[in-house]
């Protein structure tokens, strides 16, 4: 087995999963096992500062071997993975030679994934695939991100001869929730440029996401006896499903946009018939849009509530993250050493722009230039997720002449 693949296998079966609905930082304490191990392994290739702080970031520096001073690279990936699929009890498997053929995941042969739905799994003929068993998610995103910078760093610390300045690693928790960077020590980190190994197909370079803000409906109705209700009663929860009713069919939803497209998607509720709480997350790649889906939103809230005057409502917006498009275009040059190593390892250039978060999309605006570098990971948070060992290998190759250029 490939190095890439053994080291990927190894993270894949610790179950890092991050929670929502926690009020701790990390959300789960079981993500800093991997970053532990993760540390352990940095030590024992010599790297005399990788640590795990108390937030559960792993922070480490392969040195320069250059005698003149370069920009300081980093590259970053997380080590949580999404709550949207089952992340306990993963077992990875190795498909090698793939052939084109459906893969059926032993543990549960109603899980199929095949070409008609994956097309890109129409390419790979002949690479080895890696799949979950079935049960859960795999963990590739960003497990496979994770893999590839801990090769990268095995590979610059045994052999001397490619030329690289100081680069930083830096490994996050709870990425998939909204919070990677939140405790994130920007001066610590004292970078001057950044990548995350968080992309998809190989040879994509993404320096565009979503805007993204978070939406909390409250609707708070009137309680009484249900026996004796008539007239007083007021139900929230049956507010709440009018409203939801109220969203667009056929627009603005996950279900029915690509590209360009932003959406309104509510991915919660909660509560009794006196109150309830309806979560949401609206995204698109302008601000200005973003806004008007949030006035849309509260418009149709307001309908539904006009015909309750004695009901009640809050209506709470909270940033998530911006497009990294503004900032990275103040920094060309991150964008264009990126581009120019897909391109030297002889790989096509895809620069689709991201229909979701990843953390350097905020490192961007904390002064940290950061776009995505693809790793193969695909079918994301989700029982068919995969991904290409040989993708994962051309992104270290695609790493290594990212640093020499650095160090030019």
Known sequence: ???????????????????????????????????????????????????????????????????????????????????????????????????????????????????????????????????????????????????????????????????????????????????GVDFVDIKKLAADVAYTLDGGEVGSLETENFSADGVTVTINGVSAHPGYAKGKMVNALKIAGKFLSMLPADTLSPESTDDLQGFIHPVGITGNAESATVDFIIRDFSDIELKKHEALLESLLNDIMSDHPKATYSFLVKEQYRNMKSMLDNHPKVAEYAAKAILDCGLPLHTKPIRGGTDGARLSFMGLPCPNVFTGEMALHSKHEYVIVQDMQKSLEVLLRLVALWAA
């Not at 999963?17 to 191990?37: C, G, I, R, V, Y």
């Not at 993760?38 to 702080?53: F, N, P, R, S, Y």
């Not at 760093?153 to 490994?171: A, M, V, Y």
Request: proline share 7%.
């Open 1 to 179: 087995m490939n190095n890439i693949a053994e080291r990927f296998i190894r993270y894949a079966k610790i179950d890092t999963q991050s929670d929502p609905h926690s009020t701790s930082f990390p959300s789960s304490e079981k993500q800093k096992n991997l970053s532990a191990l993760l540390v352990k392994e940095l030590l024992a290739m010599g790297i005399t500062d990788a640590h795990l702080d108390k937030y559960g970031y792993v922070y480490a520096t392969i040195p320069s071997n250059q005698p003149k001073k370069t920009p300081v690279i980093c590259f970053c990936s997380h080590v949580d993975t999404a709550p949207d699929c089952s992340g306990e009890n993963v077992k990875p498997i190795l498909h090698l030679n793939y052939q084109g053929e459906d893969i059926v995941l032993p543990d549960d042969p109603t899980q199929i994934i095949s070409i008609n739905e994956h097309p890109y799994l129409a390419e790979k003929k002949g690479d080895d695939i890696i799949t979950a068993s079935g049960l859960t998610l795999l963990g590739a995103d960003d497990k496979a991100g994770v893999a590839i910078i801990m090769e990268l760093t095995s590979i610059l610390t045994t052999i001397d001869d490619i030329p690289h300045g100081d680069i930083r690693i830096l490994f996050t928790p709870d990425e998939e929730v909204g919070r």
